[in-house]
T-cell receptor, first 112, second 116 residues
Framework: GEKVEQHESTLSVREGDSAVINCTYT??????FPWYKQEAGKSLHFVID?????DRKQSQRLIVLLDKKAKRFSLHITATQPEDSAIYFC???????????FGLGTRVSVFP | GGIITQTPKFLIGQEGQKLTLKCQQN?????MYWYRQDSGKGLRLIYY???????QKGDLSEGYDASREKKSSFSLTVTSAQKNEMAVFLC???????????????FGEGSRLIVV
């Protein structure tokens, strides 16, 4: 089945700098790659996604890049703010039977 | 908007006990999921259901049962609680199969299981 590796377990960034989280996947059938955010003591909520028919998507300060050849996708948080501090999970769709497969999460800490 | 409600928020049980977690959603979503979140292990799918009375096993289904009594509710039973069960269980729902169709998953606040 699909396997998703999230390469950074923790990231510490200065406020205003960019944070980049990298994920790789194994199943070439994966076509949908969402990102979820989990703030301290709270549950996950969706932040942005990308589908395999594009290689870049931006929503405000979030940019997602997809490299299908390398089976790699990344989340760029630009101009980081304290409220960006959270755990971020990448996921890949796999095939129909599996549903979403999640990475292990990256804890992002934004310091002043 | 809608909401997913998980009960209880904390569930304390004894080793070997059968314990049940409940989840309700008012999004009118077809698909519901139970994930287990362990520190350092991310989210792992236990069971999901694509419609009322449907059940599909995830990667972590052994030791669990699930029940989709109606469209809005999905319950998860730990058949015999073990001390290594101490984790957070997350319920989620999506309009249809969120993974393949790209519909957003909406998560509940989580239920923390503590086994003594």
């Amino acid at each position: 089945g699909e396997k998703v590796e999230q390469h950074e377990s923790t990231l510490s960034v200065r406020e205003g700098d960019s944070a980049v989280i990298n994920c790789t996947y194994t199943d070439t059938a994966s076509s949908y790659f969402p990102w979820y955010k989990q703030e301290a003591g709270k549950s996950l909520h969706f932040v942005i996604d990308i589908r395999s028919n594009v290689d870049r998507k931006q929503s405000q300060r979030l940019i997602v890049l997809l490299d299908k050849k390398a089976k790699r996708f990344s989340l760029h948080i630009t101009a980081t703010q304290p409220e960006d501090s959270a755990i971020y999970f990448c996921a890949a769709s796999g095939n129909y039977a599996q549903g979403l497969t999640f990475g292990l999460g990256t804890r992002v800490s934004v310091f002043p | 908007g809608g909401i997913i409600t998980q009960t209880p928020k904390f569930l304390i049980g004894q080793e070997g006990q059968k314990l049940t977690l409940k989840c309700q959603q008012n999004f009118n979503h077809d698909t519901m999921y139970w994930y287990r979140q362990d520190s350092g292990k991310g989210l792992r799918l236990i069971y999901y259901s694509i419609t009322e009375n449907d059940l599909q096993k995830g990667d972590l289904s052994e030791g669990y049962d699930a029940s989709r009594e109606k469209k809005s509710s999905f319950s998860l039973t730990v058949t015999s609680a073990q001390k290594n069960e101490m984790a957070v269980f997350l319920c989620a729902s999506s309009l249809d199969r969120g993974g393949i169709s790209g519909n957003t998953l909406y998560f509940g606040e989580g239920s923390r299981l503590i086994v003594v």
